[in-house]
């Protein structure tokens, strides 16, 4: 199956930073999200990018599907940002959409 | 639009007892997939139903079952719980299955202990 390898694992930076995180995947997919991870348990959509590049607010993501990496950056960082960081990716077939698989995650921690 | 939910949120089991986590799936998606978290392994495919059928399995054993309702509501059963069921159990859905654009999105999980 997929490997998703996600670096680094962790991160603590002071409120203000930016950072950078890096999703690599060991074969061809057509769907790849970004994911954060309350302290509750929820996983939030941040981007559904299988290639190219988006930006929302202070964040944006970058995939290069060629070369099989993924990157998200994050900009002026707030406490709120703290959690844990999910690269996933999949295959959509014909019949739909396939199982995502999930990297190790990144745990970022911002002190104010 | 309301987000896909799940209950319960917290459930406490023994051992050899089975538990059974309901999902309901934002309106007008047809997709469910469930996924389960541990430290240990992380977030792990559980399977999908699409119309009421199973279309994708992870390597879970046999104890772990689900099922669709017409409506797209799903359930999925854990019969025999072992301690190593422990875990938080999340359930995603996405659009129309047909493969254009399928985010998924995520449930808030139900924490299932088992003693």
């Known amino acids: 199956g997929i490997q998703v390898e996600q670096s680094p694992p962790d991160l603590i930076l002071q409120e203000g930073a930016n950072s950078t995180l890096r999703c690599n995947f060991s074969?061809?997919?057509?769907?790849l999200q970004w994911f954060h991870q309350n302290p509750w348990g929820q996983l939030i959509n941040l981007f559904y990018i299988p290639s190219g590049t988006k930006q929302n607010g202070r964040l944006s993501a970058t995939t290069v599907a060629t070369e099989r990496y993924s990157l998200l950056y994050i900009s002026s960082s707030q406490t709120t940002d703290s959690g844990v960081y999910f690269c996933?990716?999949?295959?959509?077939?014909?019949?739909?959409?396939?199982?995502?698989?999930f990297g190790t995650g990144t745990r970022l921690t911002i002190i104010p | 639009k309301a987000g896909v939910t799940q209950t319960p949120r917290y459930l406490i089991k023994t051992r050899g007892q089975q538990v059974t986590l309901s999902c309901s799936p934002i309106s007008g998606h047809r997709s469910v997939s469930w996924y389960q978290q541990t430290p240990g392994q992380g977030l792990q495919f559980l399977f999908e139903y699409f119309s009421e059928t199973q279309r994708n399995k992870g390597n879970f054993p046999g104890r772990f079952s689900g099922r669709q309702f017409s409506n797209s509501r799903s359930e999925m059963n854990v019969s025999t719980l072992e301690l190593g069921d422990s875990a938080l159990y999340l359930c995603a859905s996405s659009g129309t299955g047909t493969g254009t654009h399928e985010t998924q999105y995520f449930g808030p999980g139900t924490r299932l202990l088992v003693l």
């Open positions: 074969d061809s997919v057509n769907n």
């Open positions: 996933a990716v999949g295959l959509i077939s014909n019949f739909g959409n396939e199982k995502l698989t």
